[in-house]
């Protein structure tokens, strides 16, 4: 495997292969990351994997800084995995100057649920994919579907710049109490740990409710906030949407979506400090 920290290195590399796939991380992996890196392993004919703290999609509150950068450790793992590449560039590589030029996706995907909570952060997300798939040029990236609003956003990114991508999605791994795997999940203390599992908990609980038949979805997240938060979290949001376009759906509609796999429940919370993201299709 090897480790390449510069674009020209990455280029002179990668000529010749035609068909690299790219799992665009950043880094402090867990098996949720690596589950993503076998899945793209036999999509292309180089497997590269991108490891990079993106300052531009942290606010100024959040925890860029902290972020844990676990290079060797996630080298390892990356190997052992099967990887082939690991592009890692310093942020004077990939920002040589200050990236100005950034690429802004429409307020009807952003104003929403995570980019409603951390105004920019897509903007930042998508201004670092653009150019790590400059950079790469795989034919082929893999996205975890935990981020589930990201995947949407990248998928029309993709599709709306005629960019030559397929984007592939790879669904949630989860501990074995259910709580799905994410780097953020190592801030937690033990006694949050054991706490953590509740968000997936309520998700399913409206899940259920609605495959049950429900269709008074502003009881349902008002519930869902409601019991979190008497747990002790900060909910930021609990919601249904269509899994089309992530917009709440109608009332009338909400039974049929439920029984035809188009909706999806979403939620974001605090836990102490440590704010968790989860979803569930329905
Ligand atoms: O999902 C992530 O880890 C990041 O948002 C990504 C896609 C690597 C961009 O920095």
């Not at 999609?57 to 972020?67: K, N, R």
């Amino acid at each position: 495997m090897k480790i390449i920290q510069s674009v020209a290195a990455l280029r002179a590399h990668l000529d010749g292969f035609r068909r690299p796939a790219l799992v665009p991380t950043m880094g402090n992996l867990h098996e949720g990351h690596l589950a993503l890196v076998r899945q793209a392993k036999p999509l292309g004919d180089v497997l590269v994997a991108s490891i990079f703290v993106n300052r531009l999609q942290f606010l100024p509150h959040e925890d860029f800084d902290s972020y844990p950068r676990t290079l060797q450790a996630d080298c390892d793992a990356l190997q052992a995995a099967g990887c082939d590449v690991v592009f890692a560039p310093t942020e004077a590589e990939l920002y040589p100057q200050p990236q100005t030029f950034k690429i802004n996706p429409p307020s009807e995907l952003t104003d929403l649920l995570e980019g409603h909570f951390r105004p920019g952060f897509f903007t930042g997300v998508c201004t670092v994919v653009m150019k790590l798939f400059a950079c790469v040029q795989p034919r082929v990236a893999v996205f975890g579907q935990k981020d589930y609003q990201q995947l949407m956003v990248i998928r029309q990114m993709v599709q709306q710049f005629a960019l030559p991508i397929e984007i592939v999605a790879s669904p949630t791994l989860r501990a074995a109490d259910g709580l799905a795997l994410s780097s953020r999940n190592n801030y937690l203390s033990k006694k949050e740990r054991l706490e953590a599992v509740q968000l997936s908990q309520a998700l399913q609980t409206m899940a259920r409710a609605l495959q049950a038949g429900a269709t008074d979805m502003a009881r349902l997240e008002q519930e869902a906030m409601a019991a979190l938060t008497a747990r002790g979290w900060q909910p930021d949001y609990l919601c249904v949407r269509r899994r089309a376009d992530l917009q709440a759906p109608a009332a009338a509609e909400v039974a049929a979506l439920a029984q035809h796999a188009g909706l999806v429940v979403l939620g974001a919370a605090k836990l102490g400090k440590t704010r968790l993201i989860d979803n569930l299709e329905v």
